[in-house]
């Protein structure tokens, strides 16, 4: 059997957060992923010779772009900068942040997670305060000015308090004029720089940001945000609940944004009848240019989708004294909003880019799976991910065998063509008889068959029996049989938390508990190799 090596359980750390074959959704930062015990990797590298090889991993895994958990890169760089068992790694980690952490919310979290990891007393170091330093200063005044204002603090740490650790001085007027604007505010900055012509365009563009910060009218800030291209990032929170900044906001928003926020949209009711809005958020989902140009998942589109269709909450009676009170109407979805996103989870299926494997997925069609709810991802049921996860290799790659657990342990072929929509699959897949799954039966199954495969996946429900014969053999035995030594296996329980089929020392193979819109591209980096 092999063993899992040091780099092996790196790149799951860079890609999902944990060096054990399991993805688990969730927020890595909220559920404590990212302490220092969690990754050992490093340390063994280090001790292996292998020096500078975990931020040779990190660049490849942040170009690469196939990290489900971004934030995993930004940790792991601050693990690399602040240990004390190299000064190799920790000069390439410090030469790295300014690949890594490009975005003003990247750096926060970097300085958030070094301050954490540091030793007592341990400071800024030289090394420390010129990356910090290069980060402001190499950039352009516009660029920066908008990085202050949009991104003003995260995890703990604002601008003000880096600048006030780093000492940046800068012989450019405008990058200076921004410095003293973050320490000291506005009025200081235009007392020190309001005469000087080189300052000029930054001191216009930061009033009209503190223009837009203090104004109480939503129809003067919705004005400035159509004049000025202002972000979301830009709206101060008592505006998050304006119509009017909405209406000036969507046009301007990327698709990816505009699906982050449909459901807020919804439940504060601006997206009914043919309000103004509904017209904006359709011309945004339905415009092809922002399609091609926004490299969205299927997942994401399903995964909105299904929240947006599951606006309506638990009907309440608002505290009153008043007895007639009448319970409030849930918010209910718009038709054609629903419509539309429909058409983009299609369109997005064309953005897919193929990785080359040949693939067999193995689908459980109980009745559990349609009926059930996804851990993590309540509004999406077994059934739908398997399906979407499916029609995501179906409709990408070339060579895709699917299956289904059919009656007495049967492996059921199931034909679907690349044009197939994910109802028609579903219900294709509803017409199968069931019977029980055994999850080396699609191994065995492909063995007999002589069946060429690079990657297994096996979609159920919930952690089921593997029978007298464990996975990882079965694996072992197609290996062999086929002369496929890299032949790999991804097991899904949907429903669950937890879910353990993936032997620990085996490269090849990867568990997965729950459904998030990464799940798909967790499976495609695990199949293209990357970790």
């Given at each position: 059997?092999?063993?899992?090596?040091?780099?092996?359980?790196?790149?799951?750390?860079?890609?999902?957060?944990?060096?054990?074959?399991l993805?688990?959704?969730?927020?890595?930062?909220?559920?404590?992923?990212?302490e220092r015990?969690?990754?050992?990797?490093i340390?063994?590298?280090?001790?292996?010779?292998?020096?500078t090889?975990?931020v040779?991993h990190?660049?490849?895994?942040?170009?690469?772009?196939?990290?489900?958990?971004?934030?995993s890169?930004v940790?792991?760089?601050?693990?690399c900068?602040?240990?004390?068992?190299?000064?190799?790694l920790?000069?390439?980690?410090?030469?790295?942040?300014?690949?890594?952490?490009k975005?003003?919310?990247?750096?926060?979290l970097?300085?958030?997670f070094?301050?954490?990891?540091?030793?007592?007393?341990?400071?800024?170091?030289?090394?420390?305060?010129?990356?910090?330093?290069?980060?402001?200063?190499?950039?352009?005044?516009m660029e920066?000015?908008?990085?202050?204002t949009?991104?003003?603090?995260?995890?703990?740490?604002?601008h003000?308090?880096?600048i006030?650790?780093?000492h940046?001085?800068?012989?450019?007027?405008?990058?200076?004029?921004?410095?003293r604007?973050?320490i000291?505010g506005?009025?200081?900055?235009?007392?020190?720089f309001?005469?000087?012509?080189?300052?000029?365009?930054?001191?216009?563009?930061?009033?009209?940001?503190e223009?837009?910060?203090?104004?109480?009218?939503e129809?003067n800030?919705?004005?400035?945000?159509?004049?000025?291209?202002?972000?979301?990032?830009?709206?101060?929170?008592?505006f998050?609940?304006s119509?009017e900044?909405?209406?000036?906001?969507?046009?301007?928003?990327?698709?990816?944004?505009?699906?982050q926020?449909?459901?807020?949209?919804?439940?504060?009711?601006?997206?009914?009848?043919n309000q103004p809005?509904?017209s904006?958020?359709?011309?945004a989902l339905?415009?092809?240019?922002?399609i091609?140009e926004s490299?969205?998942?299927?997942?994401?589109?399903?995964?909105?989708?299904?929240?947006?269709?599951?606006?309506a909450?638990?009907?309440?009676?608002?505290?009153?004294?008043?007895?007639?009170t009448?319970?409030?109407t849930?918010p209910?979805?718009?038709?054609?909003?629903?419509?539309a996103?429909?058409?983009?989870?299609?369109?997005t299926?064309?953005?897919?880019v193929?990785?080359g494997?040949r693939?067999?997925?193995?689908?459980?069609?109980r009745?559990?799976?349609?009926?059930?709810?996804c851990?993590?991802?309540?509004n999406?049921?077994?059934?739908?991910?398997?399906?979407?996860?499916?029609?995501?290799?179906?409709?990408a790659?070339r060579?895709?065998?699917?299956?289904?657990f059919?009656?007495?342990?049967?492996?059921?072929?199931?034909?679907?063509?690349k044009?197939?929509?994910?109802?028609?699959?579903?219900d294709?897949?509803k017409?199968?008889?069931?019977?029980p799954?055994?999850?080396?039966?699609?191994?065995l199954?492909?063995?007999k068959?002589?069946k060429?495969?690079?990657?297994?996946i096996?979609?159920?429900?919930?952690?089921v029996?593997?029978?007298?014969?464990?996975?990882v053999?079965?694996?072992?035995?197609?290996?062999?049989?086929?002369?496929?030594?890299?032949?790999?296996?991804?097991?899904?329980?949907?429903?669950?938390?937890?879910?353990?089929?993936?032997?620990?020392?085996?490269?090849?193979?990867?568990?997965?508990?729950?459904?998030?819109?990464?799940?798909?591209?967790?499976?495609?980096?695990?199949?293209?190799?990357?970790?």
């Amino acid at each position: 059997m092999t063993s899992t090596s040091s780099e092996v359980k790196l790149k799951r750390f860079l890609h999902y957060g944990r060096e054990t074959p399991l993805y688990q959704p969730g927020d890595r930062y909220v559920h404590k992923y990212f302490e220092r015990d969690n990754v050992t990797s490093i340390e063994a590298l280090v001790a292996d010779g292998k020096e500078t090889d975990a931020v040779v991993h990190i660049v490849k895994a942040f170009s690469d772009g196939y990290s489900a958990h971004p934030q995993s890169l930004v940790f792991t760089l601050a693990l690399c900068a602040r240990q004390n068992d190299s000064e190799r790694l920790r000069e390439a980690a410090y030469n790295a942040i300014k690949t890594v952490c490009k975005a003003p919310k990247d750096l926060f979290l970097f300085v958030k997670f070094a301050h954490d990891l540091s030793q007592p007393n341990s400071g800024w170091g030289h090394g420390w305060r010129r990356v910090i330093i290069d980060w402001y200063l190499k950039k352009e005044p516009m660029e920066l000015a908008e990085c202050v204002t949009r991104f003003r603090g995260r995890y703990g740490w604002t601008h003000r308090d880096i600048i006030k650790l780093s000492h940046p001085k800068s012989d450019d007027v405008a990058i200076s004029a921004i410095l003293r604007y973050i320490i000291r505010g506005l009025k200081e900055m235009k007392k020190e720089f309001g005469e000087k012509q080189e300052a000029q365009q930054v001191i216009s563009y930061l009033q009209t940001i503190e223009d837009f910060k203090h104004c109480e009218d939503e129809h003067n800030a919705a004005r400035l945000i159509e004049s000025h291209s202002l972000s979301l990032d830009h709206v101060p929170a008592h505006f998050l609940k304006s119509k009017e900044v909405w209406n000036a906001l969507v046009p301007h928003l990327p698709l990816g944004v505009v699906l982050q926020n449909l459901k807020r949209l919804g439940r504060l009711r601006f997206l009914r009848g043919n309000q103004p809005l509904v017209s904006k958020v359709l011309d945004a989902l339905n415009n092809q240019t922002s399609i091609a140009e926004s490299n969205l998942h299927p997942a994401h589109v399903l995964v909105t989708l299904r929240n947006y269709e599951n606006l309506a909450k638990p009907t309440y009676i608002q505290p009153s004294t008043e007895p007639e009170t009448k319970a409030k109407t849930p918010p209910q979805p718009h038709p054609k909003i629903v419509e539309a996103l429909n058409q983009l989870l299609m369109s997005t299926f064309t953005l897919l880019v193929p990785t080359g494997m040949r693939y067999l997925v193995a689908i459980d069609v109980r009745s559990q799976m349609v009926h059930g709810k996804c851990w993590h991802c309540i509004n999406v049921s077994p059934a739908q991910a398997a399906t979407l996860i499916t029609l995501c290799l179906v409709k990408a790659e070339r060579d895709v065998t699917v299956v289904a657990f059919g009656t007495e342990g049967s492996m059921q072929p199931v034909e679907l063509d690349k044009r197939v929509s994910m109802q028609e699959a579903q219900d294709k897949l509803k017409e199968i008889p069931n019977g029980p799954v055994d999850l080396t039966q699609p191994l065995l199954w492909a063995k007999k068959v002589k069946k060429p495969v690079d990657v297994f996946i096996i979609l159920t429900d919930t952690q089921v029996k593997q029978g007298k014969l464990k996975a990882v053999k079965a694996l072992q035995q197609y290996r062999t049989a086929l002369n496929l030594p890299n032949a790999k296996m991804v097991t899904c329980g949907l429903s669950v938390a937890k879910f353990v089929v993936a032997c620990p020392s085996e490269p090849g193979m990867l568990d997965i508990a729950g459904f998030d819109a990464q799940v798909p591209r967790v499976i495609e980096a695990f199949s293209r190799g990357a970790f």
